[in-house]
């Protein structure tokens, strides 16, 4: 049983019996904490495997140990981690993989392990890297074919690009509007990220359906707009549907109200412009929409760089500096930093450079026409289940639900046969991200004959122990959810322990 999965029984264990309101009861709370407590130990052996067999370091060691014998040891934990994602057997995850580029990315990381952007004046081609990451990554998503100069920055992923562009608008708002109370319109399928930039800023949310594709609903985005509103957000595509909202329409309900828009590219950013021109269709969502005035893409998604950057992009320099950091008091002396942090890894920035300066415009092409390639059987397979039914018209982040299958047991099913997969809700439903690693001989027939076998075996036994299907009911009852929250605060507690 996955990890993933084990928590989710267990948190369903914990969920059915109490509900938020009762646990401010002291003897529930009590009852709730001891329950907590014999979870995390039923965790702790698949979630610590190493323990009793591998050196643990609680507190430094008297003395240095050899580097040969720390390599050999490293070595060996190492050959022990599965190598599932090798074989396709994720969705997402790893979107290359393949051990000539990593090997590259590796040689690259070793020459540059010392550099820290932070430093310009040590390490100057840290930040030629950056320079020249941001200006391909702009160039792809319309820069060029408008009038307005693209700018941007290096960050560490699409979290940090996205908290730093929210940041960014709830700044410029107040500066030039004197908005004090910022609002942020943001559809369902938006990445959680917007919602920790909403937590972590103070920006309130104004939520927005979907339409029956799984895109924002232009109507309701009109209908949120008010003097508060500092910025709409739009996905290309969202990630729990690889849906491309109607970003033309959005964003011009933007510029009309004098207001930032952002399009979400973590996930297509490296992946749309390709498939644009590879014929496919796509709807507008870069900056060649008037309205766009910031986008996020993640280098270290389908930009195959190693995982640690992304780009994000703004229509102005204006609106960049309200991103920026600076200090002129400090004691320390003159400080500025671009991003959230201060010293970055400038070896991730030349492994990022390197592998979109190998790859090219060719070999971004040639991968994304795998891929959208395996999409294809993917989508025809799962439409051919008749219990499966494919939510709106992905092109390669493929969710599926079921009218008459616990579609939560398939996965457990699928799990059993090795696969991880995406489980997402409201609805319900599970996706694969199709990555380079199931273009490869072989893997999308496994997909889909798996698939298969899991359906017939749900339909034969609907009544099978399911893992997901009650945690997912129970995150559904808005009475469970502190209690959830609590569990998985409680799971990221034991993550640190040694
Ligand atoms: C659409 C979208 N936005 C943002 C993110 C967040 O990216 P990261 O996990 O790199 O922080 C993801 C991650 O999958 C995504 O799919």
Redesign the pocket.
Known sequence: MSIKSKLSNLTSRAVGRVADKAVTLPGVKQRVAKEFDAMMAELEPSLKPYRGEFSSYPTLPKDGRPRDDILQEMAALQAREEAKWEEGYAS?AVYHGDPAHIEFLNQVYALHSQSNPLHADLWPSANKFEAEIVAMTAHMLGAGQTDDEIVGTVS???????LLAMKTYRDWARATKGITQPEMILPIS????FEKAAQYFNIKIVPIPLDENYRADVTAVSQAITPNSIVIVG?????PHGAIDPIAEMAALAQKAGIGFHT?????GFILPWAEKLGYSVPPFDFRVPGVTSM?A?T??YGYAA?GT?VILYRTRELRHYQYYTASDWPGGLYFSPTFAGSRPGALSAACWAAMVSLGEKGYMEATGRILETAVTLKQGIAAIPELRILGDPLW?IAFASDTLDIYKVMDVMAQKGWSLNGLHKPACVHI?VTLRHTRPGVAERFLHDLQEAVAAVKANPQMKGEMAPVYGMAATISARGVVNELLKRYMDLLYEI
């Open positions: 997402g560490s992923g699409g979290t940090e690009s996205i938006a990445h959680v990220a996905s290309a595509p969202s990630f979400d590219g973590c996930l297509g996020s993640d270290h998604k995982k992304s982040v991200a």
